[in-house]
């Protein structure tokens, strides 16, 4: 089952973008999700993630105060909730299955069933 990843765009700094992360044909069934983004040139780094378990919540420093991960149970969806957008935002974003244990939460090998990306794009 792999995850897709949408909603991306291109907006304005300052500006807000909701991603979505659905697993195709099938239900969440790992650890939790987290979101990722590659800007061309750069290696994927991490965005933020949601384990099941306490519905903790984990932010990269570069994002935190801005984005909101969720997860809507009935939707069978993880959101990616972007506010105050900046030019250096501009990636394509992806989420994952994590399927490690907690301390792996922010590393990308720790990860399954990538999708396709969705592009974000920031202007200034």
């Known amino acids: 089952v792999q995850l897709q990843a949408s909603g991306g765009g291109l907006v304005q700094a300052g500006d807000s973008l909701r991603l979505s992360c659905t697993p195709s044909g099938g239900t969440f069934t790992n650890n939790g999700v987290g979101w990722f983004r590659q800007a061309p040139g750069k290696e994927r780094e991490f965005v933020a993630a949601?384990?099941?378990?306490?519905?903790?919540?984990y932010y990269a420093d570069s994002v935190k105060g801005r984005f909101t991960i969720s997860r809507d149970r009935a939707k069978n969806t993880v959101f990616l909730q972007m506010n105050s957008l900046k030019p250096e935002d501009t990636a394509v974003y992806y989420c994952a299955a994590h399927r490690g244990i907690l301390s792996t939460v922010r590393v990308a090998t720790s990860y399954a069933n990538w999708g396709q990306g969705t592009q974000v794009t920031v202007s200034s």
């Open positions: 949601i384990r099941w378990s306490g519905s903790y919540t």
